[in-house]
């Protein structure tokens, strides 16, 4: 079945210093979705990407989906104590009916 | 704007006992999914309800494991004889319209705690 990878799992960084997440799939996806959770908390919808060689930016997070739409990463430029959380990649197969699958998320950590 | 509403919040059991699990999605959400998180873990899929209809379970355990969304009334998530395994944070989340390009709103979770 589909499968949603997500590198790496765990990031420690001093506060400042840039974060990247990379998330790939076993098969093309028609769309692929990212959250955050924070400690403690839920997850929490941050951007959704559908065409191919995507990019979209949130101040400081740039999103990008692949030319094959197989993967993509999340970058965080200057990190700040506010983005600790768990960041997850969700990626949608079957044409947009698809059932969403979750990565298994990495965990970013900075410290100040 | 209430969002999505789980409760409890946390939730003992023995083992054996039943675990029900309550979720009201976002006011105007017709379409309902529930995920189950391990510790350091993703998000995995349970199942994907419509009001009064199961649309996806494919990620139910065969047993043990129903979930419903009545006409009236928030969707259970209902785990009979429950095992120290099934202990976990249980989220559900809604959207509008179902697996489309809909973003999920997911709730606070259930953390389930089996002894």
């Known amino acids: 079945g589909q499968q949603v990878m997500q590198i790496p799992q765990y990031q420690h960084v001093q506060e400042g210093e840039d974060f990247t997440t990379y998330c790939n799939s076993s098969?093309?996806?028609?769309?692929i979705q990212w959250y955050k959770q924070r400690p403690g908390g839920h997850p929490v919808f941050l951007i959704q990407?559908?065409?191919?060689?995507e990019v979209k930016k949130q101040k400081r997070l740039t999103f990008q989906f692949g030319e094959a739409k197989k993967n993509s990463s999340l970058h965080i430029t200057a990190t700040q104590t506010t983005d600790v959380g768990t960041y997850f990649c969700a990626g949608r197969a079957g044409g947009s009916q698809g059932n969403l699958i979750f990565g298994k998320g990495t965990k970013l950590s900075v410290k100040p | 704007n209430a969002g999505v509403m789980q409760n409890p919040r946390h939730l003992v059991r023995r083992r054996g006992q039943e675990a029900r699990l309550r979720c009201s999605p976002v006011k105007g959400h017709s379409h309902v999914y529930w995920y189950r998180q391990l510790p350091e873990e993703g998000l995995k899929f349970m199942v994907y309800?419509?009001?009064?209809?199961?649309?996806?379970e494919s990620g139910m355990p065969k047993e043990r494991f129903s979930a419903e969304f009545p006409k009236e009334g928030p969707s259970i998530l209902r785990i009979q004889q429950v095992v120290r395994g099934d202990s976990a944070a249980y989220f559900c989340a809604s959207s509008r319209q179902g697996w489309t390009n809909e973003k999920l709103f997911f709730g606070s979770g259930t953390q389930l705690s089996v002894l």
């Open positions: 309800l419509q009001k009064e209809n199961i649309i996806d």
């Open positions: 990407l559908v065409k191919s060689g």
């Open positions: 098969t093309t996806l028609s769309n």
